[in-house]
């Protein structure tokens, strides 16, 4: 399984950047998938997150209304576009497809550094 994101970046407040993972290894369309963020010092905190069709999608109080998951199963890849960014969202960025109902585990990307600062 592999989980690779890109995107990330310095920006200035109030400007836009669009996150993706790609994924590998496993039918990423049989999977949720949620984007986690850790700031320097503090806990890895979940973002947002999306079923497997991409039907539901749920979101923290903090980036509601700014930030939008999505994905896209036939290019096996799970997006987070960030708008409106302010200084808080600076952070590195992570995705995570959970374990498996039956058995397994689960897996991190290695993250993406999303830096938001003026």
């Known amino acids: 399984v592999q989980l690779v994101e890109s995107g990330g970046g310095l920006v200035q407040p109030g400007e836009s950047l669009r996150l993706s993972c790609a994924a590998a290894?496993?039918?990423?369309?049989?999977?949720?998938m949620r984007w986690y963020r850790q700031a320097p010092g503090k806990e890895r905190d979940l973002v947002a997150s999306?079923?497997?069709?991409?039907?539901?999608?749920n979101y923290a109080d903090s980036v509601k209304g700014r930030f939008t998951i999505s994905r896209d199963n036939a290019k096996n890849t799970v997006y987070l576009q960030m708008n409106s960014l302010k200084p808080d969202d600076t952070a590195v960025y992570y995705c995570?497809?959970?374990?498996?109902?039956?058995?397994?585990?689960?897996?991190w990307g290695q993250g993406t550094q999303v830096t938001v600062s003026s």
């Open positions: 995570y497809r959970p374990k498996p109902v039956v058995a397994g585990r689960d897996y």
């Open positions: 290894g496993f039918t990423f369309s049989s999977y949720s």
């Open positions: 999306i079923s497997s069709t991409g039907g539901i999608t």
